[in-house]
T-cell receptor
Framework: EAQVTQNPRYLITVTGKKLTVTCSQN?????MSWYRQDPGLGLRQIYY???????DKGDVPEGYKVSRKEKRNFPLILESPSPNQTSLYFC??????????????FGPGTRLTVT | GQNIDQPTEMTATEGAIVQINCTYQTSGFNGLFWYQQHAGEAPTFLSYNVLDGLEEKGRFSSFLSRSKGYSYLLLKELQMKDSASYLC?????????????WGAGTKLIIKP
C-alpha cells in the first residue's frame, strides 16, 4: 500500500530535550516536506527536500533541522524543543518532475506537546 | 503580498449543496489545490485547477477564475462524512522557485 508513515504519532516532552520525528514514504517520491499546523493558521512549511541530499528552508524553519540521506526517509529534528513548537506536524511527499504540480500525500500526523 | 482567504466555518444540511469559496492574492499564480481534512487526520487531495473553468469529479467540483483570483469547491448531495475542513492551496512561482501557500481552511459542518 502506498503510504507515508510518521513516528511517533503522539509525543509529550520537556523543553530542551532533543527529539526526532521520523517520516518514511514507499512511493519513490523525490519531493518531501514537513509542515506544522496550528489552530486558525494554514499549513506552514518547515523544510522541504527536492531529492537526496537536497534540502531547503520553508516558511518557519527556526528551531528545526532535517536530513535526506535516503530517498524514502526525511526525519525532522528538534535539537532543543520549546513550548512554541507544540503543534501538529505532517510529513508529505510527491513526485517532483515539475515542482509542486502533483498532489501531496500526507502522513498521519504527529501531535507534539512541549512542556 | 501573498494571501489566501477562506471562510472559517460553514454549516449545511445533509443532501444539500454547498459552495466553499477561496480568494487569493499571489505574485505568480501557477495552480490551485483543494484538500479535505477530517478532524485529527491528514489532508487528502481533492482537486487541482490551473486553467479557468469548472472541473467535475463525482459529487465534488472545483472552479477557478484566474482574472478574479477566485476559486470555489462545490459539494453536492452532501453526506455526513463530508463534515471536514477544506483547505485551499495556491502554487506560486517566483523566478525559478515554487511554493505552496495554504489557506487556514474552512470547517464544514453537516447537519441531518
Amino acid at each position: 500500500e502506498a503510504q507515508v508513515t510518521q513516528n511517533p504519532r503522539y509525543l509529550i516532552t520537556v523543553t530542551g530535550k532533543k527529539l526526532t520525528v521520523t517520516c518514511s514514504q514507499n512511493m519513490n517520491h523525490e519531493y518531501m516536506s514537513w509542515y506544522r499546523q496550528d489552530p486558525g493558521l494554514g499549513l506552514r512549511q518547515i523544510y522541504y527536500s527536492m531529492n537526496v541530499e537536497v534540502t531547503d528552508k520553508g516558511d518557519v524553519p527556526e528551531g528545526y533541522k532535517v536530513s535526506r540521506k535516503e530517498k524514502r526517509n526525511f526525519p525532522l529534528i528538534l535539537e532543543s524543543p520549546s513550548p512554541n513548537q507544540t503543534s501538529l506536524y505532517f510529513c508529505a511527499s510527491s513526485l517532483a518532475e515539475t515542482p509542486l504540480i502533483y498532489e501531496q500525500y500526507f502522513g498521519p500526523g504527529t501531535r507534539l506537546t512541549v512542556t | 503580498g501573498q494571501n489566501i482567504d477562506q471562510p472559517t466555518e460553514m454549516t449545511a444540511t445533509e443532501g444539500a449543496i454547498v459552495q466553499i469559496n477561496c480568494t487569493y492574492q499571489t505574485s505568480g499564480f501557477n495552480g490551485l489545490f483543494w484538500y479535505q481534512q477530517h478532524a485529527g487526520e491528514a489532508p487528502t487531495f481533492l482537486s487541482y485547477n490551473v486553467l479557468d473553468g469548472l472541473e467535475e469529479k463525482g459529487r465534488f467540483s472545483s472552479f477557478l477564475s484566474r482574472s478574479k483570483g477566485y476559486s470555489y469547491l462545490l459539494l453536492k448531495e452532501l453526506q455526513m462524512k463530508d463534515s471536514a475542513s477544506y483547505l485551499c492551496a495556491v502554487r506560486d512561482q517566483e523566478d525559478s522557485n515554487y511554493q505552496l501557500i495554504w489557506g487556514a481552511g474552512t470547517k464544514l459542518i453537516i447537519k441531518p
